[in-house]
């Protein structure tokens, strides 16, 4: 169990995810449902800026596949809660998430084509993995319910496909 | 026609029909085409059933794409011999192969 703690942490803190370091203590099944429906707004959010914002038609395409995928996945999330009956739970990752969204978010509105179109989709790879990185080493282990285990399982398929897409978007605009 | 006359047409009948194709089906649940490799011939279909929530595509690089609504189902009809790796365009770690024998 501690060593199993310990190299969660090892790989949080390798990855430089800040928002998820804070979190030293294994969060409970209504914090995980927090979390994981928080990361899917933001990627949300991030990509009505970027539907918004780009010319680009590969850009505009890979942002109307995060709405459509993690707004899927947020109803997942949400009918499953209310089936468990569980209250998600607001929670100090789920702060630190939001906090550093809204400042990314800051960062790319104030940008303008191109550098607006890579800003974004190396965010959204650095994001996928920042997110994968967390679902793997602390969120999927720390689930005690197995359906809501489950459902992250398949949202990090979702989220890996979601890194090796963006990454060939990144590609693209090289 | 007699019971002999026709079991000897409906023999004649069968025998010169060719292989029927078939329609093969590759399920797709919580990102995975199942099964992965499918054996087929040309003139079979491939039916793809997505029981997930989310969109997903069985692209060829540089070939053709079928489109696969959520929990819906999309077909193709195979036209050539050739084995082919697909992958699903929005999610690249999803990944089948056809086997396609003339």
Same mark, same amino acid.
């Given at each position: ?22 979190? +030293? &203590?294994?969060p409970t099944d209504p914090q995980i449902a927090h979390i994981a429906y928080t990361a899917g707004v933001?990627?949300v ?8 914002? %780009? ?14 995928d993690h707004e899927a996945v947020n109803v997942q999330a949400l009918d499953l809660v209310k089936k468990l009956k569980v209250t998600p739970e607001d929670n100090?990752?789920s702060?630190?998430? %939001?906090? +550093? ?13 191109? +550098?607006? &179109? ?21 969120l999927?282990? %720390?689930a005690s319910n197995a359906e809501l285990k489950s459902l992250l399982e398949t949202g990090?398929?979702i ?11 990144? &590609?693209?605009?090289? | 026609? @007699? ?7 409906? =023999? /004649?009948?069968?025998? =010169? ?13 919580? /990102?995975?085409? @199942? ?9 079979? =279909?491939? !039916?793809?059933?997505?029981?997930d929530a989310f ?9 053709? !794409?079928?489109?696969?609504?959520p929990k819906? @189902?999309?077909?193709? =009809?195979?036209?050539?011999? !050739? ?14 192969? /056809?086997?396609?024998?003339?």
């Amino acid at each position: 169990m501690l060593i199993r703690h310990t190299a969660a942490l090892a790989a949080m803190l390798l990855l430089g995810t800040a928002p998820f370091a804070q979190a +030293a &203590d294994k969060p409970t099944d209504p914090q995980i449902a927090h979390i994981a429906y928080t990361a899917g707004v933001i990627d949300v959010e991030a990509a009505k800026l970027a539907i918004e914002k %780009s010319k680009n038609k590969d850009v505009v395409d890979f942002a109307n596949d995060m709405v459509r995928d993690h707004e899927a996945v947020n109803v997942q999330a949400l009918d499953l809660v209310k089936k468990l009956k569980v209250t998600p739970e607001d929670n100090a990752t789920s702060q630190a998430l %939001s906090k +550093a969204a809204a400042e990314e978010r800051a960062k790319l509105a104030k940008l303008e084509g191109a +550098a607006f &179109d890579k800003a974004y989709v190396d965010n959204e790879v650095a994001y996928h993995k920042q997110v994968n990185g967390a679902l793997e080493t602390l969120l999927i282990p %720390s689930a005690s319910n197995a359906e809501l285990k489950s459902l992250l399982e398949t949202g990090l398929k979702i989220f890996q496909g979601h890194e090796q897409h963006a990454e060939h978007v990144a &590609d693209m605009l090289k | 026609m @007699s019971k002999r006359n026709l079991w000897i047409a409906l =023999t /004649l009948v069968i025998g =010169t029909v060719p292989a029927q194709a078939e329609t093969i089906q590759v399920t797709i649940d919580k /990102l995975v085409f @199942s099964p992965a490799t499918v054996e087929a011939k040309v003139g079979d =279909t491939i !039916e793809w059933v997505n029981k997930d929530a989310f969109a997903h595509t069985a692209t060829v690089k540089g070939g053709w !794409e079928v489109m696969i609504p959520p929990k819906k @189902s999309a077909s193709l =009809t195979l036209q050539k011999a !050739e084995t082919v790796d697909y992958f699903c365009r929005f999610h690249p770690n999803m990944k089948g192969r /056809l086997v396609v024998a003339p």
